[in-house]
């Protein structure tokens, strides 16, 4: 079995999107830890219906939307590190965190280190809106002090070549590509799955690294 894990600079930046399309990519399996709001499409469903692949069920399923702590607490729960360990799959697994990687769990423990308790290689996904050097710089850093492996960053909206450029070369990182920001894969944007599945793929296929992805996998070892 491969693992990798997608991880982000922020909330809200696209990157369960990015997961779609990875695991659309590989063939993997997609797995939420925690998810922390109920309202609307969890990220599982998201990702099983943009990728057609399948999501395995949440370690924690949470009312709140808010950090996983905070989630959890409000439902008297306290999230237990040692109840989420990496499944194991055939094939390729695919694990999304929330938010960023200093998100709590817990009032003890952070996603990132969970992270680091698995080992697995790790893609950030970084927005290109301003601020992004900073954000994206600090979280690399969080994530070498770690000892998170680091497969490289994968952006996420409008083309700022010389921001990416900027980042991977102060953070000695593989730019694995820039994913545009697709409004049609919405829920209901789409006429259909299967045109929402073929925009996916499209812009994966023309956009994304998945090269440096793979041979990552194959290799083991990452920077």
């Known amino acids: 079995m491969s693992r ?7 909330t809200g930046i696209g990157k369960t999107i990015f997961s779609a399309g990875l695991v659309q990519a590989l063939g993997a399996t997609y797995w939420k830890p925690v998810q922390s709001g109920l309202e609307e499409e969890t990220d599982s469903q998201i990702v099983s219906r943009l990728s057609g692949r399948p999501a395995l069920p949440e370690g924690y399923l949470l009312q709140l939307p808010a950090s996983p702590h905070l989630s959890a607490e409000a439902e008297g729960v306290e999230i237990d590190p040692d109840a989420l360990p990496l499944p194991e799959v055939d094939g390729v697994l695919v694990a999304e965190g929330a938010g960023g990687l200093m998100v709590p769990l817990n009032r003890k423990v952070l996603y990132l280190d969970l992270f680091a308790r698995w080992g697995a290689p790790v893609i950030l996904c970084a927005r290109t809106q301003l601020g992004t050097i900073n954000h994206t710089l600090l979280s690399l850093k969080a994530l070498r002090d770690a000892g998170c492996p680091v497969v490289g960053v994968a952006f996420i909206g409008d083309a700022e070549p010389m921001v990416e450029e900027t980042i991977c070369q102060f953070g000695q990182v593989a730019h694995l590509g820039r994913l545009p920001i697709l409004p049609e894969l919405r829920a209901g944007a789409a006429r259909s799955i299967d045109r929402a599945r073929t925009v996916l793929q499209e812009a994966f ?3 994304i690294n ?7 996998l194959a290799q083991g070892e990452i920077a």
Do not use: K, R, S, Y
Not at 210 to 216: G, P, R, S, T
């Open 205 to 207: 296929a023309q956009h």
């Open 210 to 216: 998945l090269d440096l992805i793979q041979e990552a």
């Open 4 to 10: 990798l894990i997608v991880t982000g600079t922020d």
